[in-house]
C-alpha cells in the first residue's frame, strides 16, 4: 500500500487528509506490534470479548473539496472490563482489518492563482467504482458504565491503493492509485471523552452522531456524518 499522501498529476495538492491529525494517526499505527509476538487482541480475546458491528460515515473534505462515503465493518478487541467500565485500546495491527466499502469518494481543486497563460489550473479525480478494502483500524472506546456514558475514537488507514479516474485541466485525463483515511468518533483523538454520548446498554452501542471540530477541520475534513451498530461479542 502507498503510504505517502495522494498527490494530483502534475501538482502538489494532497487528497488524503493531511496535518497534525493524519500524522498522529499514521505515528500510531507504525507502532503495530510485530508479527512474531501475540498481539493484545489475540492474549485476551478470549477472556474478554470484541465490539462487533457496523459503521456508516460520509462527510466533505475541505480543501481540496470533495466528498466520501464508506461503510466499515469492525471486530474491537476489548482490553479492560469491570463492573465499572469497558475499555478497548488498540494499536494498528491489534485489532483485525476491517473490511470496508468505499462508494465515493471525489475531490477537486482550482488554483488560487492564474498561470502564465493567465488562465487557472484545475484537477479532479474520482473513485473509479465502489471497493472493498481491507483497512486497519486504530484507536479507543471508553464505556462509563457508573456515568452511563461512552465515547470513542478510530482512524481507518487503506492497507490497499485504490483506483481514481481524473482529469487536469491542462494535461487531460489521467488513472491515479493511493491509499486513503477515514476518521470516525465521539471526537478527535485523545478528545473522544470530552464528548461522551448516553449509554443505553452496554453491550449494544448504537448511535447517528455527527463530529464537527476543530481538530478534523485542520486535517481537511468538514463534518463527519456517522451511524454505528457495535454489539458485544464473548
Known amino acids: 500500500m502507498t503510504v505517502r499522501a495522494f498527490q494530483p498529476h502534475r501538482s502538489k495538492l494532497h487528497l488524503r487528509p ?6 498522529r494517526i499514521v505515528l500510531i499505527s507504525l507502532a503495530a506490534p510485530t508479527a512474531c509476538a501475540p ?6 480475546t478470549d477472556n474478554l470479548g470484541n465490539y462487533v458491528g457496523t459503521i456508516h460515515v460520509s462527510g466533505t473534505l475541505i480543501d481540496p473539496r470533495g466528498s466520501y462515503r464508506a ?18 485500546e488498540f494499536l494498528s495491527g491489534e485489532a483485525p482489518n476491517a473490511s470496508v466499502i468505499v462508494s465515493d469518494w471525489d475531490v477537486s481543486y482550482t488554483e488560487k492563482s492564474a498561470g502564465a497563460d493567465g488562465k487557472y489550473s484545475s484537477w479532479s479525480c474520482a473513485l473509479a467504482g465502489t471497493a472493498d ?54 471526537g478527535s483523538p485523545g478528545m473522544q471523552s470530552e464528548s461522551p454520548l448516553p449509554l443505553k446498554d452496554a453491550t449494544h452501542l448504537a448511535d447517528t452522531y455527527t463530529l464537527n471540530s476543530k481538530e478534523a477541520a485542520s486535517a481537511n475534513y468538514g463534518p463527519i456524518i456517522q451511524e454505528w451498530d457495535l454489539r458485544l461479542a464473548q
Open 39 to 44: 498481539t493484545r487482541a489475540e492474549e485476551q
Open 18 to 23: 493531511r496535518n497534525s491529525l493524519l500524522a
Open 133 to 186: 478494502i481491507p483497512m486497519s483500524v486504530t484507536g479507543t472506546l471508553e464505556v462509563d458504565r457508573k456515568a452511563n456514558t461512552y465515547a470513542f475514537s478510530i482512524a481507518l488507514l487503506s492497507a490497499e491503493d485504490l483506483a481514481f479516474n481524473c482529469t487536469n485541466s491542462s494535461s487531460g485525463e489521467y488513472r491515479k492509485k493511493e491509499g486513503i483515511a477515514l476518521y470516525v468518533g465521539t
Open 71 to 88: 461503510t466499515a465493518k469492525v471486530i474491537l478487541p476489548i482490553s479492560q472490563s469491570d463492573d465499572d467500565s469497558i475499555s478497548a
